[in-house]
């Protein structure tokens, strides 16, 4: 069995993970300060090892497979300069999620904004045809039971691609480390950071996000934003560059529906770009097997249910 130990368990993303791949069947142990009566007690229900509030060096060994980093743990943290010593295997959050999804189908929806909503109608729409999928999250999903799920029979991997900083030790961005077969690019609206000091640097993480897209593979990208389309036109030439815009629709009869070439379908619009990520989920989940009619039908249920 392979034994894995996580930094920074107070992360929700770290903790979920660590859920996860317990459930998968490893050996899991997790660390961190200010570890919650509440967390240990969930840990440790689902047999991860966790020895309290604070860090535990002494308690790394060397039959450890991987230290997984979380991104707010410190160079100085001593289970880091511990793992270091005895020369364990150290890995991000995100070269983990990859290791484990090599053999899938990677969809990384990645941007400023809109990602949380694009993600939500992929996940009812491919639930709705009973197609599984992994999935690794910092947004909080109400369809799904926590951030993270990983199995070992999903030919999909869900993945949210964040521009956050990674961890102490790797000066790249999170999603620069999927190499996903279907990209999605919302948006880009540079906001000043830490992680991004200029326009440019911001732009620049996008671009070796669009540069790290699998051989052959999809980049769907909103066509309304200058910034993502100067970006989609300098794609490799084996990327196929797909546009998307605002769904047609129209209101009928005091309901607002959707236009398609199977029909109408009543839809309730919760915010203003509701639409325009409909159909960056509907080119999704089209690559993915997912017939337009059977999305179509999908998205009416979900929307309605909002």
């Not at 919650?36 to 440790?44: K, M, P």
């Not at 860090?55 to 743990?73: C, E, M, Q, R």
């Not at 909103?222 to 300098?234: K, N």
Request: charged content about 25%; aromatic content about 8%; hydrophobic content about 40%.
């Amino acid at each position: 069995m392979r034994k894995v130990h996580l930094i920074s368990v107070t992360e929700p993303i770290v903790l979920d993970l660590a859920l996860a791949i317990r459930e998968k069947g490893y050996e899991v142990s997790a660390s961190g300060v200010g570890v919650s009566e509440a967390e240990l007690l969930r840990l440790r229900d689902a047999g991860i090892v966790c020895a309290g509030d604070g860090w535990f060096p002494a308690n790394l060994t060397k039959d450890i497979h991987s230290v997984v980093l979380g991104a707010s743990a410190k160079q100085d943290n001593p289970e880091l300069q511990k793992a270091k010593e005895l020369g364990l295997l150290i890995q991000s959050i995100p070269e983990f999620i990859y290791q484990r999804t090599r053999e899938k189908t990677r969809v990384v929806v990645a941007g400023s904004r809109g990602k949380k909503s694009i993600i939500s109608m992929i996940i009812y729409a491919l639930k709705r045809q009973n197609l599984a999928f992994d999935y690794a999250l910092s947004s909080e999903i109400s369809l799904l039971p926590n951030r993270v799920g990983l199995s070992y029979l999903a030919r999909i991997a869900l993945i949210e691609g964040d521009a956050h900083a990674t961890s102490a030790l790797e000066k790249r961005f999170q999603l620069e480390f999927y190499r996903p077969h279907i990209a999605v690019l919302t948006n880009i609206q540079w906001k000043p950071t830490p992680d991004h000091a200029s326009p440019e640097a911001y732009l620049d993480t996008y671009k070796r996000f669009t540069s790290s897209v699998e051989r052959e593979g999809k980049l769907i990208y909103f066509g309304e934003d200058p910034a993502v389309s100067e970006l989609a036109q300098i794609v490799r030439e084996d990327i196929t560059a797909i546009s998307y815009e605002r769904h047609p629709s129209e209101e009928i009869e005091g309901v607002t529906q959707l236009i398609t070439r199977y029909g109408n379908y009543a839809i309730k619009i919760p915010d203003n770009y509701f639409l325009v990520n409909l159909n960056a989920a509907r080119l999704v989940c089209r690559h993915l097997g997912v017939k337009d009619s059977d999305f179509y039908q999908a998205i009416s249920e979900y929307s309605l249910s909002l």
